[in-house]
């Protein structure tokens, strides 16, 4: 009789112990276990011969899930770490760390594939038979040649046109054991090799040499530096050895354009993994790599835990993106879990980035990590021009001073695009009352709603809440409404009767809605369908839009002066990204930015010596300050209906750390964003010069905090390494 310690996804940082007869199973594998009424899918922990309690009253494990671990000696070993540095219940770490499916207790084993194939009637049909539908008939012909899954015909034509054909006998499906290529090395093949200049060479070799050992690596280049053609270079050695490669990007980088740079160059399969697929596409992906049947893995911030069975290099894109950062849950960040992973799996690891974290450049600077180095664009283009434009005292419409119209009008004539860019999606940030200065808010938030006026509704970006735009004042019922602000769909509005000869497009978390809706709006662009773009932080990241020569910013002063003392390093980082996007091919590009502060000392930094001379000063202020990256900080958060109550919560965690030497306590206080969702918000910052001093000191009372009364009567977490005060 067995005792296995078992991981079980409930909120307690402790194992269970349950009584296993039969062979021993393997630690990682997932078992189904009683837990009070409920059945639950743990993962082996560990495997002992007595337990820290009373035997006899020991549960016993109902089935035994797996015949060989779904978390492999690697995965187990960042659970470890995870769960120790992270102080988060260990149940918890491992169900992050596996996919969705899994969790559910889908078999681990591959599943047959549902394909469709045309019928013996769909066959012998003539396809002009369909020419009332040509969608269908575009799809019938596809199948009359050969077969696809179901997932691409419903991507490419979608579901209405699969079930009208199934309804009419012209198709039918069919299932199968998945196909998985097994022998991907013996297709590559690299096609449209360019030769890299001296900088990318340097970088290139560096990575190369590192290879089959741990090395960490910062590339730092500016935009339009070929940070991604380092990569392909880089990569392509590590294929040749048959080894996998996992790259990291951004959430909203991840666009099929991506993806399809990597397939073409090799001429192999790109396993890709995003939230937008199904649970079952992702185990799929899982699966095939955890197998070596995909050479490369590209995925977001969870794609960081994706087994690979011939690891060879990691790659982290846009390190800097405040997307790798978990904000829920298990709050680790992806790129310190990646530095954690290359070093267990004895790889290299790159992060590329034109706006390096301040952590990671102190790093770079310190030696931790190698520093590469690219100051140049690549092939014909230039940098483009940076500059700031004084909008005080001057006559503003729609969010654009009379000047920016002029030369938005200038670059169009020229056959350019432009882009505008405004971090604030909707019409207008807020409505009042223009009479007696009423403001419509969130009652469940105490902020203002958001108009939104295509959709005739106000929303709270904050909680959700939504209600149909008003007609008169709640206050004085005068029916004089005035929006307040500009956002993306003001901008697009006023530009397209400005500029009514040009096309214009909004791409935001509005506009961009549904399956495929961003790709085919960066296709449009791309064939200069349109000739203004008006967007949000979907825009500022990793598109290359060749024709755009003028990127104009605005509404951006009030990051200046924000409570958050990342708030400078962030906005330094979006201008960058975004003037990035201007004068990418041989057009030479120019960024403006509207501000109300043309003088403030981080805005002429940055115009005039660039985010690298910005980037070292502002670690210098914080270490001045005594800030990470030179001190080190854990985050408790507390939320309730009453303030008073989380309030009270947060001050019995301080009486632990009061008197403990070299950690530091600041507040209770409440969260920058005090209300949220009709909840109260209150933190308590511990910080020290120490690391270790920290781990042990959270180590030490974590489980008594547990323990608290008030702990089961507020909604709290703990947050290392905290990236949002918010």
């Given amino acids: 009789m067995a005792i296995l310690r078992v991981a079980l996804p409930i909120p307690k940082r402790r194992l269970f112990d349950y009584l296993y007869e039969g062979i021993k199973p393997e630690v990682g594998v997932r078992v189904r276990v009683p837990f009070g009424p409920r059945k639950l899918i743990g993962i082996v922990w560990a495997v002992t011969p007595d337990s820290e309690w009373d035997t006899t009253k020991l549960k016993a494990i109902e089935a035994v899930l797996d015949d060989e671990p779904v978390l492999n000696k690697t995965l187990l070993k960042l659970c470890h770490w995870l769960t120790h540095y992270y102080k988060h219940p260990v149940g918890d770490v ?86 998985f290529e097994t022998n991907w090395q013996q297709q590559l093949t690299v096609v449209d090799k360019p030769t890299p200049n001296v900088e990318q060479a340097i970088a290139i070799s560096c990575i190369e040499g590192a290879l089959g050992q741990y090395s960490s690596f910062l590339l730092e280049g ?43 160059r090799f001429g192999i399969e790109v396993g890709v993994l995003h939230s937008g697929l199904t649970n079952l596409e992702r185990l799929q992906v899982w699966q095939q790599s955890s197998k070596g049947q995909l050479g490369i893995v590209i995925g977001t911030r969870s794609a960081i835990f994706t087994p690979m069975l011939n690891p060879g290099l990691l790659i982290v894109d846009e390190e800097h993106d405040a997307s790798y950062k978990q904000q829920d849950g298990l709050r680790y960040h992806a790129r310190d879990l990646a530095v954690v992973r290359a070093h267990a799996e004895n790889i290299p690891l790159v992060l ?16 931790k990590y190698q520093h590469l180095i690219l100051k140049q664009r690549a092939g014909n283009a230039s940098v483009a021009s940076q500059h700031v434009f004084d909008i005080r005292q001057q006559q503003i ?61 106000l929303q709270c970006h904050h909680c959700g809440s939504a209600k149909p735009i008003p007609r008169h004042c709640q206050n004085c019922h005068s029916e004089d409404l005035t929006a307040i602000g500009v956002g993306t769909e003001q901008l697009e509005h006023g530009l397209a009767e400005y500029f009514p000869e040009y096309s214009s497009i909004r791409i935001d978390s509005d506009s961009a809605r549904g399956k495929n809706k961003l790709d085919k709006m960066l296709d449009s662009i791309n064939n200069n369908e349109h000739q203004i773009l008006i967007g949000t932080q979907i825009l500022s990241k ?185």
């Avoid at 403006?592 to 981080?602: F, G, I, K, R, V």
């Fill in 222 to 264: 500016i935009t339009g530096s070929g940070k991604t053609e380092v990569y392909l270079q880089a990569i392509e050695p590590v294929l040749e050895q048959g080894k996998q490669v996992l790259i990291l990007v951004p959430e909203i980088g991840l666009t099929p354009q991506t993806v399809h740079r990597f397939k073409y």
């Fill in 352 to 367: 590329g980035t034109a706006t390096p974290a301040l952590e990671t450049l102190n790093n770079a600077l310190t030696g």
């Fill in 94 to 179: 491992v169900q992050t760390a596996l996919p969705v499916a899994l969790r559910k207790g889908e078999s681990s084993l591959p599943k047959p594939v549902t394909f469709l194939t045309a019928s013996e009637s769909g066959a012998r049909l003539e396809l002009a038979e369909l020419s009332r539908a040509p969608k269908q008939q575009k799809l019938l012909e596809k199948l009359q040649a050969s077969e696809l899954t179901k997932t691409i015909a419903n991507t490419e034509f979608g579901a209405p046109v699969i079930k009208a054909l199934l309804d009419k006998d012209l198709i039918v499906k069919v299932e199968k054991a998945p196909k």
């Fill in 542 to 726: 990793g598109h290359h839009f060749p024709n755009v020569t003028l990127v104009l910013i605005l509404d951006i002063d009030g990051a200046l002066f924000s409570a958050d003392y990342r708030a400078a390093e962030h906005l330094a980082q979006l201008i960058t990204q975004v003037a990035g996007r201007a004068g990418r091919a041989e057009k030479p590009g120019e960024m403006w930015l509207q501000t109300h502060d043309p003088a403030h000392p981080l805005l002429q930094d940055l115009i005039n010596n660039g985010y690298g001379h910005f980037a070292r000063y502002a670690l210098l202020e914080r270490e001045h300050a005594a800030l990470p990256p030179f001190t080190f900080q854990a985050l408790f958060k507390a939320q309730a209906m009453s303030a008073q109550l989380a309030h009270e919560f947060l001050a019995q965690v301080r009486h632990f750390f009061d008197h403990v030497p070299n950690v530091f306590c600041i507040g209770p206080l409440p969260a920058l964003m005090e209300k949220r969702q009709g909840q109260y918000r209150m933190q308590l910052v511990l910080q020290s010069t120490q690391r270790s001093h920290l781990q042990h000191a959270l180590g030490q009372h974590i489980h008594q905090i547990e323990d608290l009364t008030l702990a089961n009567k507020v909604r709290w977490s703990l947050d290392i390494d905290p990236q949002d005060f918010s």
């Fill in 397 to 457: 419409q729609f969010g654009l001073a009379q000047g920016m119209l002029d030369r938005i009008k200038q670059h169009l004539q020229q056959g350019s695009q432009v882009m505008l860019f405004i971090n604030r999606r909707g019409y207008a940030p807020a409505l009042t009352c223009h009479q007696c200065g009423h403001i419509e808010q969130c009652k469940r938030c105490d902020k203002p709603y958001t108009l939104h006026k295509q959709l005739n509704k």
